[in-house]
Protein backbone atom coordinates (compact mmCIF):
# COMPACT_ATOMS: atom_id res chain seq x y z
CA UNK A 1 0.00 0.00 0.00
CA UNK A 2 2.96 2.39 0.92
CA UNK A 3 4.61 1.53 -2.43
CA UNK A 4 1.28 2.34 -4.70
CA UNK A 5 0.47 5.84 -2.50
CA UNK A 6 4.13 7.08 -2.94
CA UNK A 7 3.96 5.96 -7.14
CA UNK A 8 0.61 7.98 -7.36
CA UNK A 9 2.17 10.86 -5.27
CA UNK A 10 4.48 10.75 -7.98
CA UNK A 11 2.12 10.40 -11.07
CA UNK A 12 0.58 13.98 -9.44
CA UNK A 13 3.52 15.82 -10.59
CA UNK A 14 3.86 15.44 -14.50
CA UNK A 15 -0.12 15.50 -13.98
CA UNK A 16 0.04 18.32 -12.21
CA UNK A 17 2.51 20.22 -14.46
CA UNK A 18 0.14 19.02 -17.89
CA UNK A 19 -2.54 20.44 -16.31
CA UNK A 20 -0.89 23.62 -15.69
CA UNK A 21 1.27 24.00 -18.59
CA UNK A 22 -1.89 23.56 -21.07
CA UNK A 23 -3.73 26.29 -19.27
CA UNK A 24 -1.15 28.49 -19.33
CA UNK A 25 -0.17 27.84 -22.80
CA UNK A 26 -4.25 28.67 -23.48
CA UNK A 27 -4.32 31.93 -21.69
CA UNK A 28 -0.95 33.34 -23.43
CA UNK A 29 -2.08 32.28 -27.30
CA UNK A 30 -5.96 33.89 -27.08
CA UNK A 31 -6.32 37.27 -27.80
CA UNK A 32 -7.94 39.79 -25.53
CA UNK A 33 -5.03 39.21 -22.58
CA UNK A 34 -4.05 41.44 -20.00
CA UNK A 35 -1.52 43.40 -22.00
CA UNK A 36 -4.24 43.88 -25.08
CA UNK A 37 -6.94 45.23 -22.39
CA UNK A 38 -4.36 47.55 -21.02
CA UNK A 39 -3.33 48.94 -24.07
CA UNK A 40 -7.15 49.54 -24.80
CA UNK A 41 -8.22 51.38 -21.76
CA UNK A 42 -5.08 53.14 -21.93
CA UNK A 43 -5.67 54.47 -25.67
CA UNK A 44 -9.43 55.51 -24.50
CA UNK A 45 -8.01 57.56 -21.68
CA UNK A 46 -6.05 59.52 -23.99
CA UNK A 47 -8.25 60.00 -26.61
CA UNK A 48 -11.13 61.29 -24.11
CA UNK A 49 -8.59 63.38 -22.74
CA UNK A 50 -7.49 64.83 -25.76
CA UNK A 51 -3.96 63.86 -26.12
CA UNK A 52 -1.34 62.21 -24.48
CA UNK A 53 1.76 64.03 -25.12
CA UNK A 54 4.76 61.59 -25.80
CA UNK A 55 2.59 58.49 -24.27
CA UNK A 56 0.53 58.66 -27.34
CA UNK A 57 0.74 59.62 -30.57
CA UNK A 58 -2.47 59.55 -33.26
CA UNK A 59 -4.47 57.37 -30.49
CA UNK A 60 -2.31 55.31 -30.82
CA UNK A 61 0.84 53.77 -27.57
CA UNK A 62 4.17 54.84 -28.30
CA UNK A 63 6.11 51.49 -28.97
CA UNK A 64 7.84 52.87 -26.08
CA UNK A 65 5.04 52.66 -24.12
CA UNK A 66 3.87 49.04 -25.09
CA UNK A 67 7.25 47.46 -23.98
CA UNK A 68 6.98 48.70 -20.84
CA UNK A 69 3.24 47.26 -20.37
CA UNK A 70 4.86 43.73 -21.71
CA UNK A 71 7.57 43.89 -19.16
CA UNK A 72 4.75 45.03 -16.61
CA UNK A 73 3.02 41.89 -17.40
CA UNK A 74 5.94 39.68 -17.83
CA UNK A 75 5.20 39.21 -21.83
CA UNK A 76 8.42 40.33 -22.50
CA UNK A 77 10.37 36.81 -22.09
CA UNK A 78 9.92 33.57 -24.39
CA UNK A 79 6.73 31.69 -23.30
CA UNK A 80 8.68 28.63 -21.68
CA UNK A 81 10.33 31.10 -19.49
CA UNK A 82 7.36 33.07 -18.41
CA UNK A 83 6.06 29.28 -17.65
CA UNK A 84 9.10 28.29 -15.44
CA UNK A 85 9.08 31.70 -13.74
CA UNK A 86 5.22 31.01 -12.57
CA UNK A 87 6.48 27.95 -11.28
CA UNK A 88 8.73 29.33 -9.28
CA UNK A 89 12.28 27.40 -10.98
CA UNK A 90 13.28 30.53 -13.02
CA UNK A 91 14.42 34.04 -11.50
CA UNK A 92 12.25 36.49 -12.12
CA UNK A 93 12.32 40.28 -11.49
CA UNK A 94 10.55 41.24 -8.15
CA UNK A 95 11.99 44.57 -7.72
CA UNK A 96 12.99 47.28 -9.90
CA UNK A 97 14.47 50.77 -9.51
CA UNK A 98 15.80 53.52 -11.45
CA UNK A 99 19.10 55.20 -10.08
CA UNK A 100 22.03 57.19 -10.97
CA UNK A 101 25.42 55.68 -9.67
CA UNK A 102 26.30 56.18 -6.43
CA UNK A 103 23.08 56.96 -4.89
CA UNK A 104 21.72 54.65 -2.23
CA UNK A 105 18.29 53.28 -1.68
CA UNK A 106 16.19 51.33 0.86
CA UNK A 107 14.86 47.73 0.12
CA UNK A 108 12.12 46.17 2.43
CA UNK A 109 13.07 42.54 3.71
CA UNK A 110 10.13 42.25 5.72
CA UNK A 111 7.45 43.20 8.07
CA UNK A 112 7.78 43.29 11.99
CA UNK A 113 4.82 44.65 14.18
CA UNK A 114 5.69 46.79 17.72
CA UNK A 115 2.82 48.29 19.78
CA UNK A 116 0.18 47.49 17.03
CA UNK A 117 2.06 49.38 14.45
CA UNK A 118 3.83 47.54 11.27
CA UNK A 119 7.55 48.44 10.58
CA UNK A 120 10.17 47.79 7.62
CA UNK A 121 13.26 45.51 8.08
CA UNK A 122 15.39 47.74 5.52
CA UNK A 123 18.79 47.32 4.36
CA UNK A 124 21.06 50.12 1.83
CA UNK A 125 21.71 49.11 -1.53
CA UNK A 126 24.03 51.25 -3.23
CA UNK A 127 25.41 50.95 -6.55
CA UNK A 128 29.38 51.25 -7.24
CA UNK A 129 31.24 51.46 -10.83
CA UNK A 130 34.14 48.55 -10.76
CA UNK A 131 36.28 48.86 -14.14
CA UNK A 132 33.73 47.57 -16.74
CA UNK A 133 31.12 46.57 -14.56
CA UNK A 134 28.30 48.25 -12.31
CA UNK A 135 28.33 46.26 -9.15
CA UNK A 136 25.43 46.53 -6.44
CA UNK A 137 26.16 46.34 -2.55
CA UNK A 138 24.02 45.95 0.50
CA UNK A 139 24.24 46.97 4.01
CA UNK A 140 24.11 44.34 7.31
CA UNK A 141 20.55 43.62 7.27
CA UNK A 142 18.90 45.51 10.01
CA UNK A 143 22.52 47.35 11.02
CA UNK A 144 20.80 50.91 11.04
CA UNK A 145 17.15 49.61 12.78
CA UNK A 146 15.17 51.21 14.82
CA UNK A 147 11.19 51.25 16.07
CA UNK A 148 10.64 54.52 14.12
CA UNK A 149 8.31 55.99 11.37
CA UNK A 150 10.63 59.24 10.65
CA UNK A 151 13.55 58.41 8.18
CA UNK A 152 15.62 61.26 9.87
CA UNK A 153 16.23 59.33 12.45
CA UNK A 154 18.28 56.90 10.86
CA UNK A 155 21.55 56.82 10.04
CA UNK A 156 22.64 57.97 6.13
CA UNK A 157 24.11 55.27 4.06
CA UNK A 158 27.57 57.69 4.87
CA UNK A 159 27.46 56.24 7.83
CA UNK A 160 27.42 52.59 6.63
CA UNK A 161 31.17 51.02 6.94
CA UNK A 162 31.01 47.37 6.09
CA UNK A 163 29.22 46.57 2.66
CA UNK A 164 28.21 43.13 1.54
CA UNK A 165 27.97 42.12 -2.48
CA UNK A 166 24.42 41.89 -3.25
CA UNK A 167 24.78 39.73 -6.33
CA UNK A 168 20.70 39.35 -6.48
CA UNK A 169 20.39 42.57 -7.93
CA UNK A 170 21.16 43.13 -11.90
CA UNK A 171 21.46 46.05 -13.96
CA UNK A 172 19.56 45.84 -17.24
CA UNK A 173 19.69 48.97 -19.02
CA UNK A 174 21.19 52.40 -18.77
CA UNK A 175 18.77 55.44 -19.58
CA UNK A 176 20.10 58.12 -21.63
CA UNK A 177 20.51 60.45 -18.24
CA UNK A 178 23.05 58.05 -17.10
CA UNK A 179 20.48 56.66 -14.75
CA UNK A 180 20.63 52.68 -14.11
CA UNK A 181 17.68 50.47 -14.25
CA UNK A 182 18.52 47.40 -11.76
CA UNK A 183 16.43 44.30 -10.86
CA UNK A 184 16.47 42.18 -7.79
CA UNK A 185 15.92 38.37 -9.42
CA UNK A 186 14.56 35.60 -7.07
CA UNK A 187 12.69 32.48 -7.69
CA UNK A 188 9.42 33.32 -6.92
CA UNK A 189 6.58 31.30 -8.15
CA UNK A 190 3.69 28.78 -7.13
CA UNK A 191 6.53 26.27 -5.37
CA UNK A 192 7.87 28.82 -3.17
CA UNK A 193 4.16 30.20 -2.36
CA UNK A 194 4.25 33.39 -4.62
CA UNK A 195 1.07 32.87 -6.36
CA UNK A 196 1.55 36.06 -7.79
CA UNK A 197 -0.36 39.58 -7.81
CA UNK A 198 -4.11 40.13 -8.97
CA UNK A 199 -4.35 42.93 -11.97
CA UNK A 200 -7.62 43.94 -10.32
CA UNK A 201 -7.29 43.83 -6.59
CA UNK A 202 -3.77 44.88 -6.81
CA UNK A 203 -3.16 42.39 -4.08
CA UNK A 204 -0.82 38.80 -3.20
CA UNK A 205 -3.48 36.32 -5.46
CA UNK A 206 -2.85 33.45 -2.52
CA UNK A 207 -4.31 36.37 0.27
CA UNK A 208 -7.60 36.57 -1.75
CA UNK A 209 -8.12 33.11 -2.59
CA UNK A 210 -7.13 32.13 1.57
CA UNK A 211 -9.48 35.08 2.26
CA UNK A 212 -12.68 33.03 0.74
CA UNK A 213 -10.99 29.36 0.53
CA UNK A 214 -13.12 28.41 4.14
CA UNK A 215 -16.23 30.42 2.69
CA UNK A 216 -16.14 27.92 -0.24
CA UNK A 217 -14.93 25.22 1.49
CA UNK A 218 -18.17 25.80 4.66
CA UNK A 219 -21.13 25.49 2.42
CA UNK A 220 -18.92 22.65 -0.15
CA UNK A 221 -17.70 20.40 3.17
CA UNK A 222 -21.53 20.85 4.02
CA UNK A 223 -23.33 19.57 0.90
CA UNK A 224 -20.61 16.68 0.54
CA UNK A 225 -21.81 15.29 3.88
CA UNK A 226 -25.69 16.05 3.63
CA UNK A 227 -25.42 14.50 -0.03
CA UNK A 228 -23.43 11.44 1.30
CA UNK A 229 -25.77 11.30 4.40
CA UNK A 230 -28.93 11.53 2.59
CA UNK A 231 -28.62 9.82 -0.87
CA UNK A 232 -27.01 6.48 0.65
CA UNK A 233 -29.46 5.49 2.98
CA UNK A 234 -32.36 6.67 0.36
CA UNK A 235 -30.22 4.54 -2.17
CA UNK A 236 -30.24 1.42 -0.43
CA UNK A 237 -34.50 1.83 0.14
CA UNK A 238 -35.00 2.70 -3.02
CA UNK A 239 -33.01 -0.92 -3.69
CA UNK A 240 -35.19 -2.82 -0.96
CA UNK A 241 -38.29 -1.36 -2.11
CA UNK A 242 -37.36 -1.57 -5.85
CA UNK A 243 -40.12 -1.35 -8.13
CA UNK A 244 -42.89 -0.42 -5.16
CA UNK A 245 -44.75 2.72 -5.09
CA UNK A 246 -42.05 4.73 -2.66
CA UNK A 247 -39.44 3.89 -5.64
CA UNK A 248 -41.68 5.48 -8.64
CA UNK A 249 -42.65 8.46 -6.34
CA UNK A 250 -38.88 8.78 -5.00
CA UNK A 251 -37.05 8.09 -8.38
CA UNK A 252 -39.60 11.18 -10.22
CA UNK A 253 -38.59 13.42 -7.22
CA UNK A 254 -34.92 12.48 -7.81
CA UNK A 255 -35.15 13.41 -11.80
CA UNK A 256 -37.13 16.42 -11.06
CA UNK A 257 -33.83 17.77 -8.77
CA UNK A 258 -31.17 16.49 -11.62
CA UNK A 259 -33.28 18.54 -14.27
CA UNK A 260 -32.81 21.73 -12.18
CA UNK A 261 -29.48 22.96 -12.23
CA UNK A 262 -28.34 24.13 -9.21
CA UNK A 263 -28.44 27.77 -9.98
CA UNK A 264 -31.85 28.11 -11.25
CA UNK A 265 -33.13 26.26 -8.06
CA UNK A 266 -31.72 29.08 -6.11
CA UNK A 267 -33.19 31.68 -7.66
CA UNK A 268 -36.50 29.96 -7.09
CA UNK A 269 -35.70 29.32 -3.12
CA UNK A 270 -34.61 33.22 -3.19
CA UNK A 271 -38.25 34.23 -5.29
CA UNK A 272 -40.07 32.09 -2.48
CA UNK A 273 -38.40 32.56 1.02
CA UNK A 274 -36.44 35.13 0.71
CA UNK A 275 -37.81 37.83 -1.13
CA UNK A 276 -40.71 38.62 0.86
CA UNK A 277 -42.99 38.53 -2.25
CA UNK A 278 -44.56 35.23 -0.96
CA UNK A 279 -42.11 34.86 2.21
CA UNK A 280 -39.92 35.89 4.15
CA UNK A 281 -38.22 32.66 5.84
CA UNK A 282 -34.25 33.80 4.70
CA UNK A 283 -31.91 36.59 3.77
CA UNK A 284 -31.10 37.42 0.49
CA UNK A 285 -27.90 35.94 0.08
CA UNK A 286 -24.26 36.76 2.00
CA UNK A 287 -22.21 34.81 4.18
CA UNK A 288 -23.21 36.37 7.45
CA UNK A 289 -25.29 39.57 8.45
CA UNK A 290 -23.56 42.78 8.92
CA UNK A 291 -23.68 43.10 12.66
CA UNK A 292 -22.95 39.30 12.79
CA UNK A 293 -19.56 40.20 15.24
CA UNK A 294 -21.58 41.71 17.55
CA UNK A 295 -24.16 39.09 18.17
CA UNK A 296 -24.16 36.70 21.12
CA UNK A 297 -22.62 33.01 20.61
CA UNK A 298 -26.23 31.61 20.16
CA UNK A 299 -26.82 34.86 18.13
CA UNK A 300 -23.98 33.63 15.67
CA UNK A 301 -25.46 29.92 15.63
CA UNK A 302 -27.94 30.80 14.41
CA UNK A 303 -27.63 33.59 12.05
CA UNK A 304 -24.80 31.49 10.41
CA UNK A 305 -27.57 28.43 9.60
CA UNK A 306 -30.00 31.23 8.07
CA UNK A 307 -27.37 31.80 5.69
CA UNK A 308 -26.73 28.55 4.97
CA UNK A 309 -29.80 26.63 4.35
CA UNK A 310 -30.64 27.97 1.37
CA UNK A 311 -26.98 27.23 -0.90
CA UNK A 312 -26.67 24.01 0.69
CA UNK A 313 -29.63 22.62 -0.99
CA UNK A 314 -28.38 24.10 -4.40
CA UNK A 315 -25.21 22.23 -3.85
CA UNK A 316 -27.16 18.82 -2.49
CA UNK A 317 -29.06 19.24 -5.79
CA UNK A 318 -26.32 18.37 -8.31
CA UNK A 319 -24.74 15.29 -6.97
CA UNK A 320 -28.24 14.42 -5.08
CA UNK A 321 -29.53 11.90 -8.19
CA UNK A 322 -26.10 10.99 -9.41
CA UNK A 323 -25.13 9.10 -5.94
CA UNK A 324 -29.03 8.33 -5.11
CA UNK A 325 -29.07 6.00 -7.88
CA UNK A 326 -25.44 5.14 -8.26
CA UNK A 327 -26.50 3.93 -4.98
CA UNK A 328 -29.53 2.26 -5.39
CA UNK A 329 -28.09 0.29 -8.82
CA UNK A 330 -25.10 -0.95 -6.84
CA UNK A 331 -26.55 -2.46 -4.41
CA UNK A 332 -29.00 -4.15 -6.82
CA UNK A 333 -25.99 -6.02 -8.77
CA UNK A 334 -25.00 -7.23 -5.49
CA UNK A 335 -27.93 -8.28 -4.53
CA UNK A 336 -27.80 -10.54 -7.26
CA UNK A 337 -24.61 -11.67 -6.33
CA UNK A 338 -24.02 -15.77 -5.22
CA UNK A 339 -22.12 -14.96 -2.19
CA UNK A 340 -25.75 -12.62 -1.43
CA UNK A 341 -27.47 -16.14 -1.74
CA UNK A 342 -25.47 -18.44 -0.54
CA UNK A 343 -26.07 -15.54 2.70
CA UNK A 344 -29.61 -16.14 2.68
CA UNK A 345 -29.35 -19.94 2.23
CA UNK A 346 -26.94 -20.40 5.61
CA UNK A 347 -30.40 -18.50 7.23
CA UNK A 348 -28.98 -14.92 7.80
CA UNK A 349 -31.90 -12.36 8.34
CA UNK A 350 -32.21 -9.86 5.07
CA UNK A 351 -30.73 -7.17 7.34
CA UNK A 352 -27.76 -9.01 8.26
CA UNK A 353 -27.10 -10.08 4.51
CA UNK A 354 -27.77 -6.56 3.20
CA UNK A 355 -26.07 -4.44 5.58
CA UNK A 356 -23.38 -6.23 6.93
CA UNK A 357 -22.32 -7.92 3.02
CA UNK A 358 -24.30 -6.42 -0.13
CA UNK A 359 -23.85 -2.38 1.29
CA UNK A 360 -20.57 -2.77 2.26
CA UNK A 361 -19.25 -3.72 -1.88
CA UNK A 362 -22.06 -1.48 -2.76
CA UNK A 363 -19.87 1.41 -1.84
CA UNK A 364 -16.62 0.59 -4.07
CA UNK A 365 -18.55 2.59 -6.92
CA UNK A 366 -19.27 5.55 -4.86
CA UNK A 367 -15.79 5.71 -3.55
CA UNK A 368 -14.95 5.84 -7.03
CA UNK A 369 -16.17 9.59 -7.81
CA UNK A 370 -15.33 10.76 -4.06
CA UNK A 371 -12.16 12.64 -5.75
CA UNK A 372 -14.51 14.51 -8.36
CA UNK A 373 -17.19 15.38 -6.11
CA UNK A 374 -14.89 16.71 -3.52
CA UNK A 375 -13.63 18.96 -5.94
CA UNK A 376 -17.21 20.21 -6.97
CA UNK A 377 -17.71 21.11 -3.65
CA UNK A 378 -14.70 22.69 -2.20
CA UNK A 379 -13.74 24.63 -5.14
CA UNK A 380 -17.26 26.50 -5.03
CA UNK A 381 -19.73 26.98 -7.58
CA UNK A 382 -19.12 30.66 -9.08
CA UNK A 383 -23.35 30.28 -10.17
CA UNK A 384 -24.78 29.56 -7.22
CA UNK A 385 -22.30 31.94 -5.32
CA UNK A 386 -23.45 34.36 -7.61
CA UNK A 387 -27.15 33.89 -7.00
CA UNK A 388 -26.42 33.87 -2.94
CA UNK A 389 -24.17 36.90 -3.30
CA UNK A 390 -21.47 34.70 -1.23
CA UNK A 391 -17.59 36.05 -2.31
CA UNK A 392 -16.02 32.25 -1.82
CA UNK A 393 -13.49 31.32 -4.42
CA UNK A 394 -16.27 30.42 -6.63
CA UNK A 395 -17.21 33.73 -7.41
CA UNK A 396 -13.54 35.19 -7.56
CA UNK A 397 -12.47 32.93 -10.78
CA UNK A 398 -15.95 34.31 -12.29
CA UNK A 399 -14.54 37.48 -11.52
CA UNK A 400 -11.03 37.17 -12.47
CA UNK A 401 -12.09 35.29 -16.09
CA UNK A 402 -14.69 38.31 -16.80
CA UNK A 403 -11.83 40.64 -16.12
CA UNK A 404 -8.77 39.17 -17.65
CA UNK A 405 -7.41 38.52 -14.25
CA UNK A 406 -4.46 35.48 -15.29
CA UNK A 407 -2.76 35.81 -11.71
CA UNK A 408 -6.20 34.85 -9.98
CA UNK A 409 -7.57 32.30 -12.74
CA UNK A 410 -4.55 30.67 -12.25
CA UNK A 411 -4.33 30.40 -8.41
CA UNK A 412 -7.90 28.90 -8.37
CA UNK A 413 -6.58 26.34 -10.93
CA UNK A 414 -3.96 25.58 -9.26
CA UNK A 415 -6.04 25.12 -5.84
CA UNK A 416 -8.68 22.89 -7.70
CA UNK A 417 -6.37 20.99 -9.41
CA UNK A 418 -4.65 19.85 -6.15
CA UNK A 419 -7.99 19.34 -4.49
CA UNK A 420 -9.13 16.77 -7.56
CA UNK A 421 -5.23 14.87 -7.10
CA UNK A 422 -6.07 14.52 -3.10
CA UNK A 423 -9.18 13.67 -3.27
CA UNK A 424 -8.74 10.89 -6.07
CA UNK A 425 -5.75 9.78 -3.71
CA UNK A 426 -8.42 9.43 -0.96
CA UNK A 427 -11.02 7.71 -2.91
CA UNK A 428 -8.00 4.75 -4.17
CA UNK A 429 -7.90 4.38 -0.01
CA UNK A 430 -11.09 3.54 0.59
CA UNK A 431 -10.75 0.99 -1.47
CA UNK A 432 -9.01 -1.08 1.10
CA UNK A 433 -11.23 0.46 3.94
CA UNK A 434 -14.52 -0.61 2.62
CA UNK A 435 -12.99 -4.22 0.92
CA UNK A 436 -9.42 -5.48 2.70
CA UNK A 437 -9.65 -8.28 -0.32
CA UNK A 438 -8.20 -4.93 -2.79
CA UNK A 439 -4.46 -4.97 -2.79
CA UNK A 440 -3.05 -2.33 -4.44
CA UNK A 441 0.46 -3.41 -6.52
Known sequence: MFKYILKRLLLMLPTFFGATFLVFAILNLVPGGPLERAIMQLEARATEGG???QVVQKNKLTPEVIEQL?????LDKPFMTR???????????VKSEIKPLGECFREDLRYVKQDGRTYAIQRWIKLQN????????????????????DYAELPDCTAITEWDPAPEWKTIETKPDGSLRIVRMAFSGIFTGDFGRSY????????LIWERLYISAYFGIIGFLLSYLVCIPLGIMKAVKHNTPFDFASSALIFAGYATPGYALGVLLLSFFASGRFLKWFPL?????????????MGKILDQLHHTALPVICYMIGAFATLTLLMKNSLLENLSQDYVRTAFAKGLDEKTVIFKHAVRNSLIPIATGLGHIIGIFLAGSYLIELVFNIDGIGLLSYKSVVNVDYPVFLGFLVINIIILLVGNLLSDMLYVVIDPRIKFE
Not at 70 to 74: E, L, P, S, T, W
Not at 83 to 93: A, D, H, K, T, V
Open 285 to 297: GGFRSPDWEQLSM
Open 200 to 207: IFNRPVLE
Open 130 to 149: EGDKVMAYASGVGSDFKFSE
Open 70 to 74: RRQYG
Open 83 to 93: YLIWLGFYPRE
Open 51 to 53: GGG
